[in-house]
């Protein structure tokens, strides 16, 4: 089964608001995680990532958490925007697979009202 | 800066026949990974190659799929004699040589079979 999955499969925000969206994973031995958005017809894009040694990480308005212990990742979205609008997947790279090859959750949309 | 580039962007094919699908990587990057996404589905690994080289092929299936990466020009994804259920998007990813490196999407094939 996925290793990889995602607690609300839609979330709806205010603009201006900040944006939490959530996945579980359920592999001890995966060492690296990311998240990536996608647009409607349009490969995903690489948002942020994060290795197994750290807890969190900043970019541009986004925020990674990871938790170890309960085996969580979010992602925090600030001031979220109507280009915010789309499908974030988190995945997975289990310590010893090969590079690349990443398990996806099914995603989250994310709707930003105006 | 071209990202990385697929084409073509759709493509539909009658059962029975091959569909080939292509994928240049980015300018630097020596790895390319090929995926599939079904509709309102995250996406599944299919095949790690390098020049010249299939590194992982474990989420291939195991008839009519093939996948090459030639010392020179794009890398192609080749279907035989699809079916229905290969109707998908099929996504392409390259990354640079190291290891972790993010991966970066192409906007993907759309491929129809009727």
């Known amino acids: 089964g996925e290793s990889v999955g995602l607690h609300l499969p839609t979330l709806s925000v205010q603009e201006g608001d900040n944006s939490i969206i959530n996945c579980a994973y359920s592999?001890?031995?995966?060492?690296?995680f990311i998240w990536y958005k996608q647009e409607s017809g349009k490969g995903p894009q690489f948002i942020i990532d994060?290795?197994?040694?750290?807890d969190k990480r900043q970019g541009q308005r986004v925020t990674v958490l990871l938790n170890k212990t309960v085996k969580h990742l979010s992602l925090q979205i600030a001031a979220t925007q109507p280009g915010d609008s789309a499908v974030y997947f988190c995945?997975?790279?289990?310590?010893?697979?090969?590079?690349?090859?990443?398990?996806f959750g099914k995603g989250t949309k994310l709707s930003v009202k105006p | 800066n071209a990202g990385v580039m697929q084409n073509p962007r759709h493509l539909v094919r009658r059962r029975g026949q091959e569909a080939r699908l292509r994928c240049s990587p980015m300018?630097?990057?020596?790895?390319v990974y090929w995926y599939r996404q079904l509709p309102e589905e995250g996406l599944k690994f299919m095949v790690y190659?390098?020049?010249?080289?299939?590194?992982?092929e474990s989420g291939m299936p195991k008839e009519r799929f093939s996948a090459e990466f030639p010392k020179e020009g794009p890398s192609i994804l080749r279907i035989q004699q699809v079916v229905r259920g290969d109707s998908a998007a099929y996504f392409c990813?390259?990354?640079?040589?190291?290891?972790?490196?993010?991966?970066?999407f192409g906007n993907g094939t759309r491929l129809t079979v009727t």
């Open positions: 990813a390259s990354s640079r040589n190291k290891v972790n490196s993010p991966l970066h």
């Open positions: 300018k630097g990057h020596s790895h």
């Open positions: 190659l390098q020049k010249e080289n299939i590194i992982d």
């Open positions: 994060i290795r197994s040694n750290m």
């Open positions: 592999n001890s031995a995966s060492d690296y």
């Open positions: 995945a997975e790279n289990i310590l010893g697979g090969s590079q690349g090859n990443l398990i």
